[in-house]
Structure formats: structure tokens, C-alpha cells
């Protein structure tokens, strides 16, 4: 076994994964590596619920702003970046704490994926995008029937790109084991104490000014496919400033959204998963942080 570890905290959005991942990194002189792929923009603080600048400073944060509105993130750029920041962590001999909900990140590096180096063929890209989800999935299912499982069949966007790779000859990506050993902590939050979180959240972000936020971004030249038009809360919001609903429909909607986010995570990362250690943090109690630490420390 290696004598690196690193620590990876996964669940749904609201479970609170944020604060436990400061309070074990204070313990265990730990650094924070982003998993969530809304965090890594700048000025979208508000709305994907960033670590505020008091909790930044309490212990370094890293793979958080690092993008503008305006430019496109890929897990392939995720990984090589994450990978470099893990192995820099590790060599000052402290301990990288892995942090998100965006599932394709957390697995993409636990599992040690290697992607590979198709190319961006925009003419069938045009063309798939015509079809429907299910003409999409006969598709994939021709050039490559062991595709068709692992890849989200409800996202249009990623059964094209997993059509473009196959057609042209690439079935999937390959693994490559990491060189560190690794402990998931999984954080679950019954369902109806979830829920309660979440709405009560998407008042909090109203609170703060998100619609300002949002008003804000709109100002700035953004291209048709930026990131803000599709991140959750932000497309609601937009929709609303455009008159297409008003502000308790849009606000309702973005709780819809995020707790639908929420099945998507589940689909991620499932209980039933003997990678991953899960704790009950429905009441967030002191008992059961200290469970946390017992095993972060027991695997450290």
C-alpha cells in the first residue's frame, strides 16, 4: 500500500460537504482540491453556493476560480489540472482533500481514467444534434453497445460525444490506477431534510443578491454556450429577467432543479457502493463528526 492518501468527501448538494472538508483539513493539515464543476468560474459565487472568503482563507482551496464565464471546462482539463495539484499537495506532505458532487471529476480520478485524444468533429456534432434522445441511443448502441450504459441517457450533449468517439474509433476510455491510496467519505441527508435544505438555501442565495449576480453576468459579452445559461439557478433567473415567468415561479424552479440534481448525484455516488464510507449527516450532529474524523484518522 502507498504511504499517500487522500481523502475524498462526495454527496448531494446541501449535505454539507464544504464545512466537513474545512474542519477535517484544520485537523489533518490538509488542502482542498475542487470537485464541482460550477466552482471553477469567477463570479458565479452566489448562485453555486462558493465557499465564502472567509472559508478560503481558512485553509488553501485550489481548482476554484480559475475560469471566466465566458470559457468552456472539460473533464479532460479537470483532470490534468486536479491530477497536478494532488501530486504537488502530496509532495509538501500534507493531505488532498478531494471535494464535489460532480461525480464524473470525483470517479474520472479515484479510477484513474486516461482520455482519449479524439478530435471535435463538429459536422456530425451538428447533425446528432438533430436527433432525438432515443434515435441517439439506437446510435450508440450500433457503433458501440458497451457505451451505452455508463453514459448519462438523459444528456444529450454526452451520448453525441460518446457517438463521435466510437464512430471514430476510440470504445471508451482506458484506466490507469492512481499511485495513492484513497478513503471516500460519502455524507447522506434523508430525502425530506434534504429538501428543506435546499429551499431553504435557494431563499438564502436570493437574500444575497443572486439575482444581481445574475444581472451582472449579463453584462459582460458572454458567448450563446456559456456556462451560466444551462448552470442551475442561473438559467431560471435568466428566463425570468426575460419575462418568461416571474420571480416565485423561477425561484420555485430552481429548487425543482437542484433537488432533481440531487437524483443525479444519487446515480453517482449510491449507497450501495463499497467504495465509498457513508455517514448519516441528516442532523449534522457532533456524534457524528466525530465518527468522520475516527475513520479519516484510522486511514491516514
Not at 482563507?57 to 480559475?66: A, N, R
Not at 474520472?108 to 486516461?114: F, N
Not at 475516527?294 to 491516514?300: A, C, G, N, P
Request: some cysteine.
Amino acid at each position: 500500500m502507498s504511504n499517500k492518501k487522500v481523502l475524498f468527501i462526495v454527496g448531494p448538494t446541501a449535505a454539507g460537504k464544504s464545512n466537513l472538508a474545512i474542519n477535517i483539513a484544520l485537523r489533518v493539515n490538509g488542502e482542498i482540491v475542487n470537485a464541482d464543476s460550477r466552482l471553477v468560474y469567477k463570479n458565479m459565487d452566489i448562485g453555486t453556493s462558493k465557499p465564502t472568503p472567509k472559508q478560503l482563507s481558512q485553509v488553501p482551496h485550489h481548482l476554484i476560480d480559475i475560469k471566466s464565464p465566458t470559457e468552456q471546462y472539460n473533464l479532460r482539463e479537470y483532470l490534468t489540472t486536479a491530477n497536478k495539484t494532488i501530486s504537488n499537495i502530496l509532495k509538501k506532505g500534507k493531505v488532498p482533500i478531494i471535494v464535489g458532487g460532480t461525480g464524473q471529476y470525483i470517479w474520472a480520478l479515484y479510477e484513474g481514467w486516461e482520455l482519449d485524444d479524439t478530435a471535435p468533429d463538429y459536422d456530425l456534432r451538428e447533425s446528432l444534434s438533430k436527433l432525438t434522445l432515443d434515435d441517439l441511443c439506437k446510435q450508440l448502441e450500433h457503433f458501440d453497445p458497451n457505451s451505452l450504459f455508463p453514459v448519462d441517457r438523459k444528456n444529450k450533449r454526452r451520448i453525441i460525444r460518446a457517438i463521435e468517439k466510437a464512430k471514430h474509433g476510440s470504445v471508451g476510455d482506458k484506466k490507469s490506477l492512481p499511485t495513492w491510496d484513497a478513503l471516500i467519505i460519502g455524507l447522506h441527508v434523508e430525502r425530506p431534510t434534504l429538501h428543506k435544505k435546499i429551499a431553504i438555501r435557494t431563499e438564502q442565495m436570493m437574500k444575497k443578491g443572486f439575482l444581481n449576480e445574475v444581472k451582472t453576468l449579463l453584462n459582460i459579452d458572454l458567448p450563446s454556450n456559456a456556462p451560466v445559461f444551462t448552470c442551475i439557478g442561473y438559467k431560471e433567473l435568466i428566463a425570468f429577467i426575460n419575462k418568461e415567468y416571474d420571480l416565485n415561479e423561477a425561484i420555485k424552479r430552481t429548487t425543482i432543479s437542484t433537488n432533481r440534481l440531487v437524483r443525479h448525484q444519487n446515480n453517482w455516488f449510491k449507497q450501495e457502493d463499497e467504495r465509498i464510507v457513508w455517514f448519516n449527516y441528516s442532523n449534522n450532529s457532533i456524534e457524528t463528526q466525530k465518527q468522520v474524523m475516527t475513520k479519516v484518522w484510522s486511514f491516514l
